[in-house]
């Protein structure tokens, strides 16, 4: 990653980088935790051409619900100019409301709830495929084509370029932080850019399509709102709940208390779920300073950067109690996995049912699974958002 310094006397600083910090690579939560404790809560980096990161929960929460303040406008840490739009992600108020308002319909309950029936035809297929095998690699084999097949599907991308893309976005977020990004980025929009001129000639029964024929206040998008709104469905639908359950499965591979309550308690999945997000919420959040502000008693300046590492706000003990134990006890699971504020996630409730559907599955299936003895697991990724490279798992 870029390490060009800025350093700065003037504030309270901690030298840490969110990409190449060698912590991350042996457990990002872990290099994330031991952070929060160390460093102040609120601090200038001058890692990646230097950007301040928040480790209060609270500050967090604040920040990212004054969106004219901390703007999604151009969120890249080392700051790139002109770096693609992904429409409503990169708006700011007033002109982030209507696009929002045009897409929500998509990923409302009612609107994905016939997506169930498809949804577990993909778990019994995927899960039954490795049940005999007795181990697998469990992203490559399970946990990547479970939620990127029903996206894809769900988005109208052929599914037998399933390789390809999935390759594309995991080349975006490991060069995330470099030069390099920009050529995957454009490799990114030429494909979409066909897909989307592809759709409009030829509609389908697809989430494209369907947005293709939507408008805003009776004007039609244009083949620029339309790429735009593509490159972020395709960037968040193809990785995102790869991750949560990457980082959950291999938690409860290693908690035979937890696999055995849920064994004999399916109906405590949701709970799981939730907690499990809580505790393993994996992106990092970043904005761009608007105008100069308080923040936590220092003065952030305009064009600044800043990071809000989400699992923070599931790790505060104000929010929850003895935080760092994974219980399903709870009364509630407060944390920021799906963000907050005006950018929440839309695809939280289709994130939800996919999980649900998968751990009824595989504990239905699979039962009782370990981390493999003889294979040695993955390196992790930091960065915007986090992920496991490999998670063996096995099962007798």
């Known amino acids: 990653m870029q390490n060009n310094a800025a350093t700065r006397d003037d504030v309270p600083t901690h030298d840490f980088d969110i990409y190449a910090e060698p912590a991350i690579k042996v457990d990002v939560h872990d290099a ?3 952070l929060k404790k160390e460093a102040p809560p609120l601090f200038w980096t001058p890692k990646n051409g230097g950007h301040w990161i928040v480790t209060d929960g609270d ?6 619900r004054k969106p004219n ?28 409301r209507p696009y929002r308002q045009m897409m929500r319909p998509f990923f409302e309950k009612k609107a ?12 019994d297929r995927l899960i039954g495929a490795v049940k005999a095998d007795g181990q697998c690699e469990f992203i490559d084999a399970v946990g990547s084509r479970f939620p990127v097949s029903v996206f894809m599907e769900m988005l109208g991308l052929p ?35 066909e897909f989307v001129k592809l759709r409009q000639v030829d509609p389908k029964d697809d989430m494209m399509s369907h947005i293709i024929q939507s408008d805003i206040d009776g004007c039609t998008l244009s083949f620029e709102e339309l ?13 995102t709940v790869v991750n949560a359950l990457s980082f959950s499965m291999k938690h409860l591979a290693a908690n035979a208390a937890l696999q055995q309550r849920i064994i004999d308690d399916p109906a405590c999945i949701p709970d799981v779920t939730e907690e499990l997000l809580r505790r393993y919420s994996f992106v990092n959040l970043p904005r761009q300073i608007n105008e100069d502000t308080i923040l936590g008693g220092q003065k952030l300046s305009k064009g600044e950067k800043i990071i809000c590492p989400l699992a923070m706000i599931g790790w505060e003990d104000k929010l929850n109690e003895d935080p760092m134990t994974v ?4 009364k509630h699971y407060r944390h920021g996995a799906f963000g907050s504020g005006i950018h929440t996630c839309l695809g939280l409730h289709l994130a939800r049912m996919e999980l649900h559907i998968f751990y009824e599955t595989w504990f239905r ?28 798992l096995s099962w007798k």
């Open 59 to 64: 500050m967090m929460i604040d920040l990212l």
């Open 32 to 34: 994330f935790l031991a």
């Open 112 to 123: 994905i709830a016939p997506l169930q029936d498809r949804i577990q035809q993909w778990a």
């Open 159 to 193: 599914l037998d370029r399933f390789d390809e893309f999935r390759a594309l976005v995991n080349e975006n977020f490991e060069l995330a932080g470099t030069p390099e990004v920009a050529q995957v980025q454009q490799k990114i929009v030429a494909m979409l850019a």
């Open 327 to 330: 219980s399903v006890d709870r």
């Open 227 to 239: 790429l735009s709104i593509a490159h972020l469905l395709f960037l968040a639908g193809l990785d």
């Open 365 to 392: 299936e699979i039962g009782r699974f370990q981390l493999a003895p003889d294979k040695r697991q993955g390196a992790m990724r930091g960065g915007v958002v986090w992920a496991i490279e490999e998670l063996w």
């Open 69 to 96: 303040i901390f703007s999604n406008e151009n969120f890249s840490i080392p700051h790139i100019e002109n770096i693609p739009k992904t429409i409503p992600l990169s708006l700011d108020p007033p002109e982030h």
